[in-house]
């Protein structure tokens, strides 16, 4: 055998390795891929709750991931104290995403903006339609609130908040001065923040989000720590090193999160999704003043911001553009 026909010999092994080598990865992938199929959904199917809405009274039909720009709220919801009853929204924040310019929007609504509860018909702090009508009672009130429809939510307990930023191994903030908050156990030690870079746990980070009476700038400075806390988890959680915990955060959501997100449109949307980043986020602020009305304190939503807030969120989910192609269909029919 010539020295040509050993070089193609030895070239045939080395392709024939290769591509071994490929179709070994390539079950592999497919058998991993499939892995986290199955837990996305058992915990989709875990947490899923529709709450008897297919979708939003304000659309006129329903909209689909990745093709419409579409918006969440986000429900950090204190149950601690009452068993998972009748709880609070801590937190909410409306989240809207448009697949044409891959952006967020951002805003967080303070706990104490005094608005109409939908259902109950009285002036009330926001935070209470939560307790005097659950998710659904916050979506429609929020939706008003706002003049938007929202198509998703996702209700976070706190014990979810704190257990997804231990699994992800903390999260990175800068805090913007000392201070000191309780922790939400019945311990509640006091947690000691220095200004600066700081590494955070759930605890600490939960505390950081929600502290608010040290602040000088009380609801609005509170607001953009809880921003800065998700943009944190976004970033780690769109890491590669997050790919080896996605057992424990499926486990996670499945126990302590409800959504109204199947799993064929969470599968859509990290499809959709799935280079975005911390960069893509652009976080939006509305602006309250305080006032006390019987012996209560409030947050009075400025009137020009709301206005300028409702706008900018109407504009990312293309609903002008929506009611007036809607309408030129009217036209177009009635000819």
């Not at 303070?110 to 005097?132: N, S, W």
């Not at 911001?305 to 177009?332: F, G, P, Q």
Request: charged share 30%; no cysteine; hydrophobic share 35%.
């Amino acid at each position: 055998m010539d020295r040509k026909q050993i070089r193609k010999q030895k070239k045939k092994k080395r392709i024939r390795r290769f591509l071994l080598i490929v179709v070994i990865l390539f079950l592999a992938l497919v058998g991993f891929g499939a892995y986290l199929v199955f837990q996305t959904y058992q915990a989709a199917s875990d947490s899923y709750d529709d709450l008897g809405r297919e979708k939003s009274d304000l659309r006129d039909k329903a909209v689909s991931i990745g093709d419409d720009p579409v918006s969440i709220l986000l429900m950090g919801v204190e149950d601690y104290s009452t068993g998972g009853e009748h709880g609070r929204s801590d937190t909410l924040m409306v989240a809207t995403f448009n697949p044409k310019d891959k952006k967020l929007n951002l805003l967080s609504i303070p706990r104490d903006t005094m608005v109409e509860l939908v259902g109950k018909g009285t002036q009330d702090k926001i935070t209470h339609a939560f307790a005097y009508g659950g998710k659904k009672m916050t979506i429609e009130t929020v939706e008003q609130f706002l003049d938007i429809p929202i198509d998703y939510y996702a209700a976070v307990n706190f014990d979810a908040f704190k257990n997804v930023i231990d699994i992800l191994g903390g999260i990175t903030v800068d805090v913007p001065f000392d201070f000191t908050q309780n922790s939400d156990d019945r311990v509640a030690e006091k947690l000691q923040f220095h200004e600066g870079k700081m590494e955070l746990n759930g605890r600490y980070a939960l505390a950081y989000a929600r502290m608010r009476k040290q602040d000088p700038r009380g609801d609005i400075g509170r607001n953009e720590r809880q921003q800065e806390v998700v943009k944190a988890i976004i970033k780690k959680a769109t890491s590669l090193g997050t790919i080896t915990k996605v057992d424990d955060l499926a486990k996670e959501m499945g126990n302590n999160v409800e959504t109204n997100m199947k799993i064929s449109e969470g599968l859509a949307f990290y499809k959709e999704y799935s280079d975005f980043g911390v960069s893509n986020i652009e976080k939006l602020t509305l602006e309250t003043y305080p006032e006390t009305i019987d012996g209560l304190s409030y947050q009075i939503a400025e009137e020009e911001s709301l206005e300028e807030v409702k706008a900018t969120l109407k504009e990312h989910l293309e609903l002008d553009t929506l009611k007036a192609s809607n309408e030129d269909n009217k036209e177009t029919a009635s000819e």
